[in-house]
């Protein structure tokens, strides 16, 4: 994106024009450049992304969502529903994954980039403040099977201090929090879950 600004530009237009134009499902694009100048940029093939099948798909209890603290919304895209510790760093991720092999662990950003994949692979869960349902955060959440919410224009997310902000509430590292992979909504707190029926 930084290093070849105009390359990245045509790349973002192409995928607009196949999902959003001509309706097609998110798709994997293989491409190749001889020059920053997108008179030589060619596209070798595209193929529909593979999303991985979930095992089991999980929704908020009803009594103890109604009663949660709401913070705000954002766009599902990936997974049911899940509670688990904020964190903003791989350290973080190893920190609780050695404190507290049992919970899950959602992983805060303003946005992700290709670097991030460590730490969202091992985290469970993604939440990002911008993004849409073919952001790199989604895309990647889908392909990793896992539960992830993208473009929560309210939350303000401060990686280095560590905290994040969403609906005046300011959440650190090792808090929990609630998020709905599929409507989008977010939650203070650990609300329990249950299993649902797939259709």
């Given at each position: 994106?930084?290093?070849?600004?105009?390359?990245?530009?045509?790349?973002?237009?192409?995928?607009?024009?196949?999902?959003?134009?001509?309706?097609?499902?998110?798709?994997?694009?293989?491409?190749?450049?001889?020059?920053?100048?997108?008179?030589?940029?060619y596209s070798l093939q595209t193929?529909?992304?593979?999303?991985?099948e979930r095992e089991k798909?999980?929704?908020?209890?009803?009594?103890?969502?109604?009663?949660?603290?709401?913070?705000?919304?954002?766009?599902?895209?990936?997974?049911?529903?899940?509670?688990?510790?904020?964190?903003?760093?791989?350290?973080?991720?190893?920190?609780?994954?050695?404190?507290?092999?049992?919970?899950?662990?959602?992983?805060?950003?303003?946005?992700?980039?290709?670097?991030?994949?460590?730490?969202?692979?091992?985290?469970?869960?993604?939440?990002?403040?911008?993004?849409?349902?073919?952001?790199?955060?989604?895309?990647?959440?889908?392909?990793?099977?896992?539960?992830?919410?993208?473009?929560?224009?309210?939350?303000?997310?401060?990686?280095?201090?560590?905290?994040?902000?969403?609906?005046?509430?300011?959440?650190?590292?090792?808090?929990?929090?609630?998020?709905?992979?599929?409507?989008?909504?977010?939650?203070?707190?650990?609300?329990?879950?249950?299993?649902?029926?797939?259709?």
């Amino acid at each position: 994106e930084s290093l070849f600004p105009e390359v990245y530009s045509q790349m973002r237009e192409w995928a607009k024009e196949l999902v959003y134009n001509r309706k097609w499902s998110p798709q994997e694009i293989e491409f190749t450049f001889e020059s920053p100048d997108i008179k030589d940029l060619y596209s070798l093939q595209t193929r529909n992304m593979v999303i991985r099948e979930r095992e089991k798909v999980y929704s908020f209890d009803i009594e103890e969502r109604t009663s949660a603290k709401f913070l705000g919304h954002g766009i599902g895209v990936s997974g049911g529903a899940m509670a688990g510790r904020v964190v903003f760093s791989l350290e973080e991720i190893q920190h609780w994954r050695n404190a507290e092999p049992g919970a899950s662990l959602v992983l805060i950003r303003n946005d992700t980039v290709p670097d991030d994949i460590k730490e969202v692979n091992e985290a469970d869960g993604l939440l990002t403040a911008r993004g849409g349902s073919t952001s790199h955060a989604a895309i990647v959440a889908h392909r990793l099977g896992k539960t992830c919410v993208v473009g929560c224009a309210d939350l303000v997310c401060m990686e280095k201090q560590r905290t994040c902000s969403l609906d005046g509430e300011i959440l650190k590292t090792g808090d929990w929090i609630s998020i709905d992979g599929m409507g989008g909504s977010i939650y203070s707190g650990q609300i329990k879950i249950k299993e649902i029926e797939r259709d």
